[in-house]
């Protein structure tokens, strides 16, 4: 049965309720549920509604267009979506109700329901899979593949991995799964399958347009973009597992200024704390915050400090958070965390919780000048991953833990608004659709420092981009990483060069093998953590320093173009790191270029991802580049043999 109400198309079926609506430039949603009712959960999406739907009900169906997008719906239920017309996408039916093609005796279903217990469902959703299409975004995930055509992806978060369920298609569409359930995805060669392992409803939306820059300013506009980049936190972040105390930290500060090598942001790790949750400097190793925050500010250095969501049982503030169920619950055992101490995880998805860690960072931190926040451990990260242990504010974590790195960046985000700060700038290990909003740099996590991990991070930061995160960066040379070991310095130099025209640029990492005792044996505060070996640009031999400080510098001069590029990030929903075919896509060769990107729409960047390689092939679109390092002007359209010698990244600028 079909009809129409709130100017969205309704289909009912064997319990079944569909709806469509139009929302957004181009745009479709699509909902489903076996449920009485659908629900009124947003997830993502904003109240965007559109003004240019058109219903048609008839004996063969029913269409919905929004815009040069329309869903066709046959009377059992099958959804055919086209662009002007044509056929895009297709639900994958093989039923002996359905008249298709394909062999009905399979008995399998676009739309699968499986009852679970406690009564709502787990729930696949099948499409078509069309030859010879390209798909990209999804967020971060530690692999080298940047077309995800023929990958299965975890939709969960994970310490280094993000799942942001928006992807891209070649073939001219943009796909949101619209739903912050944990469960599974697969762009397989004969079938594309979305997976939850616990839903209500069904829940996606579609747009198209031509060019990739299209569909991503449409899906942005729904979803929401990121605000303007503070200018101060363009260049160099300098940090380091990690600084133990005030003193440290001033020193790290000084040498920079001393040498003359601007510093926007420094870093202040783990453990400067009493306990987990108590979120306060330890007072024996940091005496004076806003005394250090003032002196820092005198060299033009901004202040970030680490904040972790775990509330130690012997914290301050455990009794009163779990009284007032500020706490996420384990459904089975008394702990969600185990390192350095026994904890339970704040529950980024309740509103009072919210408001709770905020006002206690902002008496803590914020009153001394600290206006930068590292919301490390944001997936959360569990002691085991049991996704079905944990029940949330929001619901179960099966249903809804994926929201929790958005809402915890919301959680801050919203405090610093309301005291009246501008240049909202936090990082964190994790988002979820829309995050970017909230002013989150997402870092790529706790990876190893070797050449495979470098190329990862190059297909994670230009998926996540493509996801709508545009403000991205990692920890330069690895975290987990022996800086003894042979070629680590060619290493570092590979990585801080491709860093350098990323959308942030910062040295991180616990740099081994450290054998430096602690500060003190007590059993908690800020001695008794364990801390790397030295971090800074100088670090690692008067070699590495000069090529490290030229990059920096370059950085520097590369300002005003950087903030040409945030302000596209924050007004069109562009990513900083582009593919080549973002900026070219009619350029066929473009869709098949997986080890260069654009760095905005001026930068061809060709990074060295691999040990010992001192020249490498370059594709350069049509039109004429500048080789920034010699001047040399080439014409486009063709390839040519860069050289790459150890201290030089190739990159030309588009004239």
């Given amino acids: 049965m079909f009809f129409e109400k709130d100017k969205s198309l309704y289909f009912r079926r064997q319990g079944e309720t569909l709806c469509i609506s139009a929302q957004g430039q181009d745009g479709l949603r699509v909902r489903s549920t076996k449920m009485p009712q659908l629900t ?152 594309t399958e979305w997976k939850a392992q616990s839903l209500k409803q069904c829940d996606y939306w579609l747009t198209v347009g031509d060019t990739p820059k299209k569909i991503i300013n449409n899906y942005t506009e729904i979803v929401g973009r990121a605000p303007e980049f503070p200018e101060n936190a363009l260049g160099l972040w300098q940090c380091k597992l990690r600084y133990r105390t005030q003193e440290e930290v001033l020193e790290v500060a000084r040498e920079y200024h001393r040498r003359g090598i601007p510093l926007d942001v420094i870093v202040i790790d783990f453990f400067h704390w009493t306990r987990q949750g108590d979120w306060k400097f330890d007072k024996k190793y940091w005496p004076d915050p806003a005394a250090m925050v003032r002196e820092l500010a005198s060299y033009g250095t901004r202040c970030m400090v680490s904040i972790w969501p775990t509330v130690d049982k012997k914290s301050e503030n455990f009794a009163a958070m779990r009284e007032a169920g500020l706490l996420i619950t384990p459904e089975r055992g008394t702990q969600c965390f185990d390192f350095l101490g026994d904890s339970y995880i704040y529950d980024a998805t309740n509103p009072q919780a919210r408001a709770y860690i905020w006002d206690k960072c902002r008496q803590n931190y914020f009153d001394s000048g600290i206006d930068m926040f590292w919301l490390d451990e944001a997936e959360p990260e569990y002691t085991v991953y049991d996704f079905d242990n944990y029940r949330y504010h929001a619901g179960t974590q099966l249903q809804a833990g994926n929201l929790y790195p958005r809402d915890h960046a919301k959680a801050f985000y919203d405090g610093q608004r309301a005291a009246g700060q501008k240049d909202i700038c936090n990082l964190l290990r994790c988002a979820w659709v829309g995050s970017q909003k909230y002013a989150a740099v997402v870092w790529s996590g706790d990876i190893y420092g070797n050449f495979q991990s470098l190329r990862d991070q190059f297909a994670a930061g230009l998926n996540i981009g493509m996801a709508g995160i545009p403000w991205w ?183």
């Avoid at 009377?75 to 109700?97: A, H």
């Avoid at 298709?100 to 399998?108: F, K, N, V, Y």
């Avoid at 055509?149 to 310490?159: D, F, I, M, S």
């Fill in 473 to 655: 960066t990692t920890d330069i040379g690895g975290f987990f990483v022996d800086v003894k070991q042979p070629g680590y310095k060619e290493l570092l130099l590979r990585w801080f060069e491709f860093a350098t025209f990323c959308p942030v640029l910062r040295m991180h990492g616990d740099k081994g093998p450290s054998d430096i005792p602690a500060l003190d044996d007590r059993e908690f505060g800020g001695g008794f953590c364990h801390t790397g070996l030295p971090n800074e640009l100088w670090s690692f031999g008067e070699d590495v320093y000069e090529v490290l400080k030229k990059y920096t510098m370059l950085r520097v001069s590369m300002k005003p173009n950087l903030r040409e590029v945030m302000r596209e990030a924050s007004e069109k929903g562009y990513p900083v790191m582009r593919t080549l075919f973002f900026e070219f896509p009619q350029e066929e060769e473009s869709w098949n270029i997986e080890d260069e990107y654009m760095f905005g729409s001026r930068y061809l960047v060709a990074p060295v991802l691999y040990e010992g390689v001192r020249e490498r092939e370059v594709w350069l679109p049509k039109g004429k580049w500048r080789d920034i390092r010699d001047g040399k002007v080439y014409r486009g359209g063709t390839r040519i043999r860069a050289a790459a010698p150890l201290e030089e990244i190739p990159v030309y600028e588009r004239i």
């Fill in 40 to 191: 009124g959960e947003d997830w993502a999406l904003s109240d965007v509604r559109t003004k240019r739907e058109e219903i048609v009900i008839s004996q063969e169906g029913a269409c919905i267009v929004n815009g040069r997008l329309s869903a066709k719906i046959t009377p059992l239920g099958q959804i055919t979506f086209c662009k002007d017309g044509e056929p895009l996408l297709e639900e994958y039916y093989r039923c002996y109700e359905y008249h298709t093609p394909h062999t009905p005796s399979l008995r399998i279903v676009a739309r699968e329901y499986k009852p679970t217990v406690g009564g709502d469902y787990a729930f696949t959703l099948r499409f078509e899979s069309a030859e010879g299409e390209k798909l990209y975004g999804m967020g971060q995930y530690q692999q080298p593949y940047l077309d995800l055509k023929g990958c299965t992806l975890e939709l969960a978060q994970r310490n280094s991995q993000v799942s942001v369920p928006f992807l891209l298609s070649s073939r001219g569409y943009g796909f949101l799964w619209n739903n912050p359930a944990v469960g599974q995805v697969t762009f397989g060669k004969n079938v």
